[in-house]
């Protein structure tokens, strides 16, 4: 195995905060990052690895920004939330015999102490280095290119 097999990978998770903030997951120390219902993102989810981090951003919020960070703690878990019939993200094709919708379980690693705000995202880097800039991107999940990590972190830093 190569070390670049064997590093751990990063991503960015996002959240309406009114519906899950990093202040639940600092809380509540770790949860099951269940609903999600894109394929693109599922497939994401299902690349993520124990011990992976992950930039936890606050979407649909004023301002938007990445609020802290996760760690993945458990992977290729089977999202019941898909089998709940009261749940919002119920899926009627999905079975337990073949389930259609996978997660992560991730623990709180780090609170900021001030939001990373969108604005400040757009200044510091390009569409191509962060797809949460990207016009029309709305996935909950996506990857983050390692020669991006430390800048993030830096300005984690700064803010």
């Known amino acids: 195995m190569s070390v670049a097999e064997s590093a751990p990978a990063n991503w960015l998770i996002k959240s309406e905060p009114t519906t899950y903030s990093i202040a639940h997951l600092a809380r509540d120390g770790q949860t099951l990052w269940d609903g999600v219902r894109n394929y693109q ?24 920004g990445i609020a802290g960070l996760a760690q993945v703690v458990t992977s290729n878990v089977v999202d019941p939330t898909q089998f709940d019939p009261q749940s919002k993200y119920f899926d009627p094709k999905a079975s337990p015999d073949r389930p259609r919708w996978y997660t992560v379980e991730v623990a709180h690693a780090a609170t900021f102490d001030q939001l990373i705000t969108l604005e400040q995202l757009r200044s510091a880097f390009s569409e191509d280095e962060l797809l949460i800039l990207r016009r029309g991107n709305r996935l909950s999940v996506t990857p983050i290119a390692p020669e991006v990590v430390d800048r993030l972190l830096a300005l984690a830093q700064d803010s």
């Open 41 to 64: 993102a599922r497939n994401f989810l299902q690349a993520m690895r124990p011990g992976d981090r992950a930039f936890f951003y606050h979407s649909n919020t004023q301002p938007p």
